[in-house]
């Protein structure tokens, strides 16, 4: 089989069989398996699926009591994969034309690339953000401080994140016009070499949701692998739908300081909790200026953050 799609679902019936149905449609010559990851959802989610098992073979399903989190859901589903080639899809996802099958194909001819992405669209064709550089102390600092959005900053220290509207510096998607090697993508959508995934054991379950696809990038390329990220595939990324604002920022914060303690020397750490919590204060500052008390309130969670 060439490609295992894992798709994990929490409460989003509708959004996730617009998913599989775009994925059946536009996947035409791939030989590939689609396995649903249900979290426990409470939408009818799971009735939905059983009607899609019925008429279409190349899809089943795994069904959680309670909600496992983003990374132990995940490995669920690479547990049963038979596909030569892992893809990690979010629910809230559209796939176009045949770019599924062209990837695969891609990734056959390309045999040191452990992983790679297409581009992240919004509905109106606008780019997403899709991964970055990893998050050393210089780059953490930079992005704390909005320093990292300056222009032709990033010629000089490749950020974190290439793209975030909340800085003043915003230049939009100059960073994801062109195909380029990059430290990690994001966990929307991450095709992985099934070799690449055994060698390095799968997602860290000790990340809950947010940047657990950050640590499983840094561990393909330490044990050799290139990522790629290529624009001249796409798919809509709705965004957004089992969390809400507050969510993914307080899970990006614990994230990164459970990524330094993994990953990084010891007395790097509390030196990148010192630059996050100056980032909270500062945000608290500004977004409750510019944006109201509850963009405040947010950050200020993120500051008493043990």
């Given at each position: 089989m060439d490609l295992s799609i894992v798709i994990l679902s929490y409460n989003t019936k509708t959004v996730l069989k617009d998913c599989i149905d775009s994925i059946l449609k536009n996947s035409l010559g791939l030989s590939y398996e689609i396995i649903v990851v249900d979290n426990a959802s409470k939408d009818g989610s799971v009735a939905m699926l059983s009607s899609f098992v019925r008429k279409e073979k190349r899809v089943r399903f795994i069904l959680n009591k309670v909600n496992v989190g983003f990374a132990a859901g995940n490995n669920q589903g690479i547990s049963v994969a038979k596909g030569k080639v892992v893809l990690l899809l979010n629910s809230d996802t559209l796939v176009?034309?045949?770019?599924?099958?062209?990837?695969?194909?891609?990734?056959?001819?390309?045999?040191?690339?452990?992983?790679?992405?297409?581009?992240?669209?919004?509905?109106?064709?606008?780019f997403q953000g899709t991964g970055g550089y990893f998050p050393t102390l210089v780059r953490v600092f930079l992005w704390m401080f909005f320093l990292d959005d300056i222009p032709f900053m990033d010629f000089f220290i490749k950020p974190y994140h290439p793209m975030h509207a909340q800085s003043p510096f915003y230049k939009g998607t100059r960073n994801y016009l062109h195909a380029?090697?990059?430290?990690?993508?994001?966990?929307?959508?991450?095709?992985?070499?099934?070799?690449?995934?055994?060698?390095?054991?799968?997602?860290?379950?000790?990340?809950?949701?947010?940047?657990?696809?950050?640590?499983?990038?840094?561990?393909?390329?330490?044990?050799?692998?290139?990522i790629w990220y290529k624009p001249q595939w796409n798919i809509v990324h709705l965004g957004g739908a089992s969390s809400t604002s507050e969510f993914p920022i307080i899970s990006e914060f614990k994230g990164l300081r459970l990524f330094y303690k993994k990953n990084m020397p010891s007395w790097q750490y509390p030196v990148v909790?010192?630059?996050?919590?100056?980032?909270?204060?500062?945000?608290?500052i500004l977004f409750g200026l510019f944006k109201g008390k509850d963009s405040a309130k947010t950050y200020a969670k993120a500051l008493t953050l043990n």
């Open positions: 176009n034309d045949n770019c599924l099958g062209e990837m695969v194909s891609w990734l056959e001819r390309h045999k040191d690339v452990g992983a790679m992405s297409p581009a992240l669209k919004n509905k109106d064709a606008s380029s090697e990059i430290d990690w993508i994001t966990g929307a959508f991450m095709m992985i070499r099934k070799e690449a995934l055994e060698e390095v054991g799968g997602l860290d379950e000790d990340y809950f949701m947010y940047v657990e696809d950050t640590d499983l990038c840094f561990r393909i390329k330490k044990a050799g692998w290139r909790i010192f630059f996050l919590k100056c980032g909270a204060l500062l945000r608290i």
